[in-house]
């Protein structure tokens, strides 16, 4: 009897052993397709919760996104298995007695009723289509057990997840549910898991944008066959059948476009770029950048980018403010462009100047006609403010004393400090940094300059912008953290539009006093209009100008920029915050004018004018000399000790004292009241000295007498002019009009003036060596 038994055993392992070398060989012969050469992905540029921001297709034009096993819903892994292929986690790629029941029904109903292919079989006509005949059902039997010789079943599966068909272009799980659903694979409900199982039995007649109806009714299918398997509960099923099918077809999300075309271009090889872009933020931004466009010429565009201060992480970035419309140049990234930033870098000017002990929060600075070698800046409302502390000075961005502060710091030294600290500055024709980089006179990125500003809310931390949420963080010092404060502190004083505007729970109200530094900038000609905006947890920075680099004129930073980052801050999720705190180095002091240094360490005769100033380590630099014809201050003259009047060696020779006056510097004399100009501050001459101190040639105004009153002819055809000239004087005489420069002309030429206004009128000059005079007149 063992020997009747033995027979069909020895043959049954005869059988599977030459079955098993026949797969062998059939399997060295075709090797199994290699999916990811077959089909490549799509590439999905993601926000920092994995919302789709833009995707870009395979070169067959299909989109399939990457996905893993553990990353698809639960629910939907249910419904797919126990609709599909009940036995999967049991069979090794066929289920014989699905065939054959599939078989049997063909043959009793004369047409298919149900299929008899596993997923595993499904997969394997995926990667590698067949006929519809018994020779192409053997030849994907064979694939299958290839897949199952090679791969475990959580690997097969991954392959439908990814491959399997949804409508049209769309392939894979992940694709699909961003396609019809607009969510992750992972977020679906479970009504949306049971269409999505049934939705690739036949992709055409169930896509639920098209056919919701049938769609529906292949949905409840799944469903009651899950209810019939007590995979799920009767509740369950009839709480997902009462929810509509709705769907879209968008299989081109287009958010942050022209960030996701950089980070694809950066990283080529990556299937999901998974970037730190806020989605809502990002939309919210775009939108209002769009809007805000209307009110400019069709050829203007802007751009935006917001970052988290503590994280650098970029949350939202608007390259253009009109993606889809060429006369705004959309498909050029501004953010990248390489533009003016105007007068956006002053601060920085001011804040290593104190780092230098240069100045401090109120130091005497001069905005008068100053010329630095062949450099003649001027102020961009062409008037000057005469003796201005430099917290003023920067909060009214004025041209001339951040010129006076950058010859100092060095044009050299500072390019090279904000370089070293990741802000990449472009010199036009490769020339060298020079004192016009205080207005402009450079190159920059608006990306490199919103991290630059980081630095006033990151004690003096600059740093490289994240892009990508497993970046490393970089930073790097631009400024100290006690200049970092001062700066902020000055910017932040500064109304943000024409009254002080704060944070609410509700948008930008006068009812906080949230911390908000900010700067606006205009380059030469009107080409840009910048602002950028700190508070303590964002920095934004917004620029509007015509991408070919014409002018637009009448628009400048505060005016055209500065209402965008209202609406864009205004829209923030809600901050309670706090402002930076003030470094213990950091103390209010008080100093004295003209000398700049502390009141206590200074006579009280050479203190003419109190400041409070914020001081690094309680150190209160001397106001700077450079352009003043005195190098010492204070000055020291000789005068009789009884009478305290000014005496010289050549006119008495009784006995003399040294006294020490505090004097101002000599450009700022006409902008001072009389009491403090030089002239005044000397001691009264003695009466056996009649000779005065020559320490300037005064320029006298000839053409009009001092204190005229004079009528424009009646009647007269041509606009009123007067022509006018200047005694003696050096060089390029530089002439004023009520505080406004309006020209220049030689020394002992003519200039003429007009366009009068009723009323008072002054006109200064100046020459080159600083000399000066004025003369007033009414006009009736």
């Known amino acids: 009897m063992f020997k009747v038994i033995a027979k069909p055993i020895y043959f049954f392992g005869i059988v599977l052993t ?25 590439q999905l540029v993601v926000d920092k919760n994995g919302q789709p921001l833009r995707a870009f297709a395979d070169d067959m034009g299909v989109w399939r996104y990457p996905t893993k096993y553990s990353s698809v819903s639960k629910n939907y892994l249910e419904a797919l298995i126990n609709y599909e292929d009940r036995a999967f986690w049991q069979h090794h790629g066929i289920n014989p007695f699905s065939l054959f029941r599939a078989v049997g029904q063909l043959i009793a109903n004369g047409r298919a009723i149900s299929g008899g292919s596993t997923i595993t079989m499904q997969v394997a006509r995926i990667l590698d289509p067949h006929s519809k005949s018994i020779p192409g059902k053997l030849w994907q039997m064979f694939r299958a057990f290839q897949l199952e010789f090679y791969l475990d079943k959580k690997e097969i599966l991954e392959l439908y997840l990814n491959y399997a068909p949804f409508g049209g272009p769309i392939e894979g799980i992940e694709a699909a549910t961003y396609t019809y659903l607009g969510k992750s694979a992972k977020e679906m409900t479970d009504a949306e898991a049971a ?3 049934v939705l690739p039995q036949s992709p055409s007649r169930f896509r639920p944008d098209r056919h919701h109806l049938r769609a529906e009714k292949a949905r409840n299918k799944v469903l009651d066959r899950l209810q019939e398997y007590q995979i799920w509960s009767e509740k369950k099923v009839v709480q997902a059948k009462q929810e ?60 935006a980018l917001l970052i988290n201060n503590q994280s650098l992480k970029v949350l939202a970035y608007v390259g253009a403010g009109d993606f889809a419309n060429k006369k705004r140049f959309g498909h050029m990234d501004m953010n990248q462009a390489i533009r003016s930033p105007g007068s956006t870098l002053k601060p920085f000017i001011y804040a290593m100047a104190m780092d230098k002990q240069l100045i401090h929060s109120q130091s005497l600075l001069q905005d008068v006609p100053l010329n630095f070698g062949s450099y003649t800046p001027k102020n961009f409302t062409r008037n000057f403010a005469g003796p201005v502390s430099s917290s003023l000075a920067l909060q009214q961005s004025l041209n001339i004393p951040a010129v006076q502060v950058l010859s100092h710091l060095g044009a050299e030294n500072f390019a090279g400090q904000l370089q070293n600290a990741g802000l990449k500055l472009y010199f036009p024709n490769q ?23 980081r630095s006033l809310a990151a004690k003096g931390l600059s740093g490289q912008l994240r892009y990508l949420q497993n970046s490393v963080k970089q930073e790097n010092y631009l400024i100290s953290e006690e200049s970092a404060w001062i700066v902020g502190d000055i910017l932040a004083k500064v109304p943000l539009l024409a009254s002080r505007a704060v944070f609410h729970n509700k948008g930008l109200t006068r009812s906080s006093n949230l911390w908000l530094a900010h700067k606006t900038g205009t380059s030469y000609g009107h080409r840009d209009a910048w602002m950028v905006a700190v508070t303590a947890k964002y920095s934004l920075a917004v620029w509007i100008g015509k991408p070919d680099g014409t002018p637009s004129p009448g628009e400048f930073g505060r005016k055209t920029a500065a209402p965008l980052v209202r609406k864009i801050l205004a829209s923030l999720p809600q901050q309670n915050q706090q402002p930076p705190k003030r470094p213990a180095q950091v103390q209010l002091h008080s100093v004295c004018w003209p000398l700049g240094t502390l009141k206590i360490s200074q006579n009280i005769d050479h203190c003419l004018q109190q400041k409070n100033a914020w001081l690094i380590d309680q150190v209160a ?28 060696a050549s006119c008495y020779d009784g006995e003399k004292r040294q006294k020490s006056i505090a004097v101002w510097p000599s450009k700022l004399d006409l902008w001072l009241p009389v009491k403090w100009r030089f002239e005044s501050l000397l001691p009264e001459l003695h009466p056996n000295c009649q000779k005065k101190i020559d320490v300037n040639q005064q320029l006298i105004v000839m053409g009009l007498e001092n204190g005229s009153r004079i009528s424009p002819p009646p009647n007269a055809s041509e606009a009123f002019k007067i022509n006018l000239t ?32 009723k009323g008072q009128q002054k006109i200064m000059v100046f020459d080159q060596n600083g000399n000066s005079g004025a003369i007033d007149f009414e006009v009736l």
Do not use: C, H
Request: hydrophobic share 40%; proline share 5%.
């Open 244 to 303: 509509s099918v709705y769907a879209e077809f968008n299989s081109r999300p287009l958010i942050a476009p022209l960030l996701a075309r950089r980070l694809v271009k950066q990283y080529p090889d990556k299937q999901i770029i998974r970037s730190t872009i806020d989605l809502n933020i990002q939309i919210q931004m775009a939108d209002q950048l769009k809007a805000y466009l209307t009110r400019f010429s069709e050829s203007t565009s802007a751009s």
């Open 195 to 197: 269409l999505m199982a």
């Open 621 to 648: 630099p001397k106001t700077l000399n450079q352009l003043s014809l005195w190098q010492a201050n204070p000055i020291s003259v000789e005068v009789e000790p009884v009478s305290q009047r000014r005496v010289y």
């Open 431 to 453: 020339s060298k940094p020079s004192l016009s980089l205080a207005l402009g006179g450079v190159g920059v990125k608006l990306e490199g300059l919103v991290a630059a500003y």
């Open 726 to 757: 200047v005694s003696a004087g050096k060089g390029n005489i530089s002439w004023l009009k009520n505080g406004e420069l309006i020209g220049q002309s030689a020394a002992g030429e003519n200039f003429t003036i007009s366009d009068f206004q």
């Open 18 to 42: 030459t079955g098993y070398l026949f797969f062998l060989l059939m399997d060295f012969t075709y090797p199994m397709p290699d999916a990811g050469k077959l089909k490549k992905f799509s």
